[in-house]
């Protein structure tokens, strides 16, 4: 079945560091790939998106490109805020099958 | 935001009590989804409604029940709490369309403890 691997944290970096958070996933077909952010006491909210090989999803700094060959979709910033403090979850979907999450990965930026 | 409510959003109860928690939206979308979310788990599928009387079953579906009779509202019971049932439930929901399906959008939360 559909899985997702992402790597286990807590992360903790100091402002204006480079992210880098590991994921790797195993699906049949063609699936989606999905990054969430979820703040303090907060829902999950969508952070990017891909729906292709290739495709790089961005928003707010924060990047992953839809690689295939190596079955990954790594986030990255190239300048983290101490506002982006948060769980960050790595997800995918088979297109009818609802999505399959990571475990999430705890981000601490300290200023 | 998406317009998504859940209620209560704290509770606390006992063993053996029944629970019932409520997912409202406005957004008039088909798909909802109720997940639970544990430390060292993520997140987990406990049941999801593709359409008015239309659920199915998750990852963790074992103790709970769903119910769907408008499109606005998804509730998710626990008929005989357990304090395995301790979390932090989310609802969620999607548009319906291919590619608009697997994009959810998550409720507040309600935090459950159970005694």
């Known amino acids: 079945g559909n899985s997702v691997t992402q790597m286990e944290g807590p992360v903790t970096l100091s402002e204006e560091a480079f992210l880098t958070i590991n994921c790797t996933y195993t699906?049949?077909?063609?699936?989606?790939l999905f990054w969430y952010v979820q703040y303090p006491g907060e829902g999950l909210q969508l952070l990017l998106k891909?729906?292709?090989?290739?495709d790089k999803g961005s928003n707010k700094g924060f990047e992953a490109t839809y690689r295939k060959e190596t079955t990954s979709f790594h986030l990255e910033k190239g300048s983290v805020q101490v506002s982006d403090s948060a769980v960050y979850f790595c997800?995918?979907?088979?297109?009818?099958?609802?999505?399959?999450f990571g475990k999430g990965t705890r981000l601490s930026v300290i200023a | 935001d998406a317009g998504i409510t859940q209620s209560p959003r704290h509770k606390v109860t006992e063993t053996g009590t029944p629970v019932t928690l409520r997912c409202h939206q406005t957004?008039?979308?088909?798909?909802m989804y109720w997940y639970r979310q544990d430390p060292g788990h993520g997140l987990r599928l406990i049941h999801y409604?593709?359409?008015?009387?239309?659920?199915d079953k998750g990852e963790v579906s074992d103790g709970y029940s769903v119910s769907r009779s408008k499109t606005e509202d998804f509730l998710l019971t626990l008929e005989s709490a357990t304090s395995s049932q301790t979390s932090v439930y989310f609802c969620?929901?999607?548009?319906?369309?291919?590619?608009?399906?697997?994009?959810?959008?998550f409720g507040p939360g309600t935090r459950l403890l159970v005694l």
């Open positions: 969620a929901i999607s548009k319906g369309d291919r590619q608009d399906r697997e994009t959810q959008y």
């Open positions: 957004e008039n979308h088909r798909y």
């Open positions: 699906a049949t077909g063609y699936p989606s």
């Open positions: 891909a729906t292709k090989a290739d």
């Open positions: 409604s593709y359409g008015v009387k239309d659920t």
């Open positions: 997800a995918l979907s088979g297109g009818n099958t609802p999505l399959v």
